[in-house]
Structure formats: C-alpha cells, structure tokens
C-alpha cells in the first residue's frame, strides 16, 4: 500500500499486513510540497500524486527512484486524483476559483475539462471502469454526483447537508458507492445509481480523509504495454509511461525524461535541454565566485541536479498542517534556501547591469552631439549679428553738464559773477541758500543742494517768472 503524508512531506510505502510497524514503512518520494491526491498505476508499476504547494502533477516508479513532473501550468488547488491504466487516462479534481474536473493522458498530453459549471469544491473523485463513469463529492454544494469519461450524461445522486456535511473522500464498489465525511467524521454509503438507501457504515473516525478498496474488480489485470516485447521499459533510458488510447492508431506507450531533460531523436533517450543547458553555463561561474561555505556548494549542486541524483532529505521538521473545515488544507510557511537565492539575485543583478551599458550609451550619444551642435551655431550667429549691426551715439550735453563736478556754485547772466546777492539760511533750518539772479525782467532762482553721504554734488535749478523783481523777493524768509 501506498500514502501520502502532509506533515513530513513524504510518500511512504508498506505491504498491507506490515503497514502498522514503522521500520517496515518505506519512503519513496520526500522533499514534496503539499502531497494531497495519490493513485497507483498497478499495472505499469507507476504512482501518480498531485501538490497543491507547487501546483502540480507527478509521477514516479514503484520505487521512487524515477520521478517527473507531467502538469505544471493552470492548477489552482489540485485535490484528489484516478488512473485508469487500461486506457491511458488519469483524471483529477482543482477546487480554486475556477474548480473544475480534468483529464489527461497517463504521459501528460491530450488534457482536457470535464466538469467546470455547477461545482465548487469537489474533493474526492473514483472511477467506475467496469460502467466509464466518474464519481465526485462536492463539500461546498453537499453534493453527490456522477459523469461518463467524456464529461456528459451528467447526475446528481445525492443532494443533502446531513449526509454530505463535509464529504471528502469517496469509492465504488460493486452497487454502492461509499464516502467519508469529516463533519460527522463517519463514512456512508448509498446505491451508486440512484443515491438512495444511505447508510452509515463507520462512525467516531477522527479526520478520515481517504478511503480505498482492494479488490480485483477495482484493479482488473491488464498487460504491461512496456514490457511486452523484447526491449525492457520499452527500450526508453528513464521512464516508460501509459498512452491514452484514443484511436486504434495510438501508441502504447511514450518515453519519458527526467526534469530539466528532453527527449533526443531517437525518442528513448534523454538528453539535456537547450533552456537547461544555457542556464546552467550562464549561472556556473556567479556561483562559483559567490560560494564560500561547503553548505552553498552543496546546496547549489542539490538544485542543479535534482533529476539526476536522489533527492536528500530534509534536516528541518515543518510545522504541523491545519486541516479546517472549508475543505482547504493548509500548512505553516517554510522558510526557503537563502543560499540559492542569493547567487541567483547576484547573477541576475549583474548580468542586467551589464546589458543595460549599451542600450543606454547608444540613446545618450546623439542628444549630446545635437546638443553640441546647436550650441555653437547659435555662438557663430551670435557674433555675426553683433559684427553687423550700425549703431549711432549722440552726447548729450544737458546730462554732460549737470553730472560734470564743477564749482559749487552755478552761474547763470550775461555780466560778470558778481552779479547777484547770497540770502543766508534761516536759522534752525535745513534749507539750502537761495541766490537771486537778474535776468533782463526776469528773476531765476537757484537752490543748491549737497548730498554729503553720498559725496556727491547735484543742482537744482527752479524757476519762476516774476513780473517785479521785489514781489520775488518779499516772498522769501
């Protein structure tokens, strides 16, 4: 037998009468996410699981010594997963936003969506070979119901929140169907084509989350398509994995490479990929510059090489899962390798910083050479404007005068400078002296003023016409 388990983080492995002792379990599959939906391909040897923490599907041998990734691209919360070995076909359930019911070939090609209208949080899902239908439970819709493998001839059997409180997990068997419900914690069951007759079969179970039958009707024998010519595995170097069978015309099977791999022209080898091959070379020698404990090497060699070697196991214990009663299983935080992920933002900072020189000088070059060239043509235009432009200056001699340091004392008349009387200041004032002059009927005053702060002297000339030269001269102090 088989399991999962979300605390460790492992698939384990036991013969059914020796399950119950702990040194005769085995582990097959570690360093996992969220292990959650587990099939077995008992006819190829093959086990199939799905991790909602990577968001994906995988598939590994019998042993756990080969593993790959199939589905990697528009999981959401992959839950429980079926094989059908004899067709080829594996089918599972995503209750994310967009929860669905899909399935693919056994090898990973030809996906395709059964159920995606009227279902919200189908968990548990099985095949009924014998009659190509499948069966779900809804937890969220309390919900019991059925669909042919091509998605039609859709049923709902049961439709009740007592008996479907939180169902989970679910199986068939000859004419009933059997579920388990984590609410009342029991396991029913009711006919598998009508829904009716239900009954409890076990109760006061503690969190049943999964729910098997062993028997030779629910694993009917079939031929091991890669063993049954000459070559062994089908000739293929890794992994030897079940075709669907959708024509006469399709392949039994199909080869398979490891992670990081592809397959070469033959179709049975593997050879490393070109996107593997370029980002191992380009992040080797950062690496190498950056590695200075034996734990980095060792962790940088782990991750590069994960498809080629055993996966080891973790020396940290994670904390225990919390399973509510949403139907959503979740886990505390772990905390990744910061090693890896510090060589990896070194390289990657370097390598941007490199090719970003180039782009930028390419961009920056022209605008300084236009720049350049804008500025001395305006020099050159300048200074011929200036060389040919005329320009006339004229003198005048009003501001010549009145600016020119002269004597203290202006004289304006026709005769000599002793024309004219001096009126002294009146006491206590600050007024300046006013000197009269005659000028033929006319009198001009003249009132001199000093600026002594600034050291200069300024004029200003008043005039005033009189008629009588003694009506001037009354008017002052």
């Known amino acids: 037998m088989f399991w999962c388990d979300l605390y460790h983080q492992k698939i384990y492995s036991a013969y059914i009468n020796k399950a119950s002792d702990s040194s005769q379990q085995v582990t097959l599959i570690d360093s996992l996410h969220s292990p959650e939906g587990l ?40 839950r429980a997963i079926a094989v059908d070995p004899h067709q080829g076909f594996m089918y599972w359930s995503d209750w994310g936003g967009q929860a669905k019911i899909e399935k693919a070939g056994m090898n990973g090609v030809d996906r395709q969506i059964l159920v995606s209208e009227h279902i919200e949080w189908p968990n548990g899902i099985t095949l009924d070979l014998s009659n190509r239908r499948l069966y779900w439970v809804d937890s969220k819709l309390h919900l019991l119901s059925s669909v042919d493998f091509n998605g039609d001839n859709r049923k709902v059997l049961l439709s009740s929140h007592h008996h479907l409180g939180h169902p989970f997990a679910l199986t068939v068997f000859e004419d009933r169907v059997y579920w388990t419900d984590l609410e009342d914690e029991a396991i029913y069951s009711a006919n598998r084509l009508t829904g009716h007759d239900v009954a409890k079969v076990a109760e006061d179970l503690n969190n049943p989350l999964d729910l098997v039958v062993f028997h030779e009707q629910r694993q009917p024998k079939g031929p091991d398509t890669c063993n049954m010519g000459t070559l062994p595995n089908g000739g293929c170097e890794y992994l030897c994995l079940k075709a669907p069978q959708i024509t006469d015309h399709s392949p039994k099977y199909t080869c398979a490479c490891p992670d990081g ?18 980002s191992t070379t380009t992040t080797t020698p950062t690496t190498v510059a950056t590695t200075t404990t034996p734990s980095t090497t060792t962790t940088t060699t782990t991750t590069s090489a994960t498809t080629t070697l055993p996966p080891t196991a973790k020396t940290t214990t994670p904390a225990p899962p919390q399973t509510t009663r949403s139907g959503r299983i979740t886990e505390h935080p772990r905390t990744p390798a910061a090693t890896s992920t510090e060589t990896t933002s070194l390289s990657s900072t370097s390598q941007k910083s490199t090719s970003t020189h180039t782009p930028l000088l390419a961009a920056v070059a022209p605008n300084m050479v236009i720049g350049l060239l804008c500025t001395g043509g305006y020099l050159v235009w300048r200074n011929w404007r200036r060389k040919n432009t005329k320009s006339m200056n004229f003198d005048n001699p009003v501001y010549r005068k009145t600016t020119e340091d002269d004597d203290d004392e202006i004289h304006i008349g026709r005769q000599s400078e002793s024309i004219g009387h001096v009126y002294p200041a009146v006491s206590g004032s600050h007024s300046q002296p006013f000197i009269a002059l005659p000028l ?34 009354s008017g002052l102090p």
């Open 440 to 473: 033929g009927g006319h009198t001009k005053f003249e009132k001199r003023s000093t600026n002594q702060d600034e050291g200069l002297s300024r004029n200003t000339i008043y005039l005033a016409e009189t008629i009588n030269l003694s009506n001037a001269i």
């Open 39 to 78: 099939a077995v391909d008992w006819v190829h040897k093959n086990i199939y699981w799905t991790d909602s923490g990577n968001k994906s599907i995988s598939v590994a041998t019998g042993d756990g010594r080969k593993r790959k990734m199939l589905i990697t691209t528009e999981l959401n919360e992959p």
């Open 261 to 278: 791999m592809e397959l070469g022209p033959d179709m049975r080898r593997c050879a490393i990929s070109k996107s593997t091959f370029h």
